[in-house]
């Protein structure tokens, strides 16, 4: 089994994508319904709570393994196919201190990253969750998740990296993640740090809001494109139970 991807691609055309948002925005809600994925896509995911565990993303079952092995495998298995599939790690006695949580991210990152083939006819799609639980910069990320947004492209790995903060999270996420969904957020800092970045003001960021009224409950949004120019104000609106 390879501990490197395969087949550099540069004429391979993905852009990875952010999602950011105070708890209950609709980051994950935004991961199934943007359209940067698809039902039949490959999709991995770091789930450290199990969030997805006994879940359908997209419609189809996901798949949670509490091993690195047992997740090294169920994607080994799938990626030497074409078909979709939904695979998740979820350890079953989570660490608690965020360094030991790092550790066994980067652990997951690098099974990822073994994955990815230029020449496969699926992109692997990566949904890291909550990152802001094992980033520890600001800065650069100097790790294999570092790897993975600045070289994954090649590999045909499509990263999407879910975080609840920005202020915190390091610079090569926001600028290499070319989507970004931008949720609700709960701190000036946050709005600021990535207002310029969709050419808005922080006062922009700061007026999304959750509503209720007859249609159902709103969430607002703000979704830029890859390029510029092209930040749309949107919402997800769900239905009040009858
Ligand atoms: N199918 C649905 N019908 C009604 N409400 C829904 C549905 N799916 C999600 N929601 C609501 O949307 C909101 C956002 O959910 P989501 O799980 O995407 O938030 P989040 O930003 O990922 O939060 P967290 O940071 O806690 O993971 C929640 O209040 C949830 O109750
Ligand atoms: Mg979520």
Redesign the pocket.
């Known amino acids: 089994m390879n501990l490197s991807p395969i087949n550099p691609n540069d004429a391979l055309d993905i852009t990875h994508a952010l999602y950011a ?1 105070t ?8 991961t199934q319904k943007i359209g940067l994925i698809s039902a039949t896509d490959q999709v991995a995911f770091w789930d450290l709570y199990g ?1 997805y565990k006994g879940k359908e993303f997209l419609g189809r079952k996901v798949r949670t393994y509490t091993t690195l092995k047992g997740f090294l495998m169920a994607l080994h298995a799938g990626r030497k196919t074409k078909q979709g599939f939904k695979i998740a790690f979820t350890p079953n006695n989570p660490p608690k201190k965020k360094a030991l949580i790092r550790e066994l991210f980067l652990k997951v990152c690098g099974i990822v990253w073994a994955m990815g083939n230029g020449k496969h006819p699926k992109t692997l799609h990566f949904i890291a969750e909550e990152i802001n639980r094992v980033t520890v910069s600001s800065g650069d990320e100097d790790s294999i998740y570092g790897e993975i947004l600045e070289a994954g492209r090649k590999f045909n790995i499509m990263c999407h990296s879910v975080t ?1 903060r920005l202020a915190p999270i390091p610079n090569t996420v926001i600028a290499m993640s070319g989507y970004k969904w931008i ?1 609700r957020q709960d701190s000036v800092g946050d709005a600021e740090r990535v207002a310029k970045e969709i050419q808005l003001k922080p006062a922009d960021i700061m007026s999304l809001a959750k509503f209720k009224d007859e249609k159902g ?1 709103h ?1 607002e949004y703000y979704f830029k494109g890859t390029g510029f120019n092209n930040t749309v104000r949107n919402e997800f609106v ?1 239905k009040n139970a009858a």
């Open positions: 948002g708890t209950g925005s609709c980051k994950s809600v935004a969030q609840q949720g409950t969430h769900f």
